[in-house]
Nanobody, 126 residues
Framework: QVQIVESGGGLVQPGGSLRLSCAASGFTLDDYAVGWFRQAPGKEREGVIC????????DYADSVQGRFTISRDSAKNMIYLQMNSLKPEDTAVYYC???????????????????WGQGTQVTVSS
């Protein structure tokens, strides 16, 4: 059974860091482009960062470039989102997604992704 589970969310002060984890079962994350998306209250879900399957090339939203990084752990079949210098506007539910139909080059377009996790809440507040 295909499943994606995110973890690592929580409450952090502005300027702090969090690392989110994306664990997959039923398929191998290395074979697919993987993206992190987020949805803040009252806003549409947006692409944050992604990693391609072919060469691990990455793409970032302008709002997180220089602060967020994405990485793979092939041995554990996991993807990590390292978030540094967090801001209150980073508060959102964060989702991990895998692109199966077009698995090679990642995008920040949610319609390109097929498998989704249930999300993990990140709250940045003092």
């Amino acid at each position: 059974q295909v499943q994606i589970v995110e973890s690592g969310g929580g409450l952090v002060q502005p300027g702090g860091s969090l690392r989110l984890s994306c664990a997959a079962s039923g398929f191998t994350l290395d074979d697919y482009a993987v993206g992190w998306f987020r949805q803040a209250p009252g806003k549409e879900r947006e692409g944050v960062i992604c990693i391609s399957s072919s060469d691990d090339a990455t793409d970032y939203a302008d709002s997180v470039q220089g602060r967020f990084t994405i990485s793979r752990d092939s041995a554990k079949n996991m993807i990590y989102l390292q978030m540094n210098s967090l801001k209150p506007e980073d508060t959102a539910v964060y989702y991990c997604a895998a692109a199966v139909i077009n698995p090679v080059v990642c995008t920040l377009t949610q319609g390109d992704y097929d498998y989704w996790g249930q999300g993990t809440q990140v709250t940045v507040s003092s």
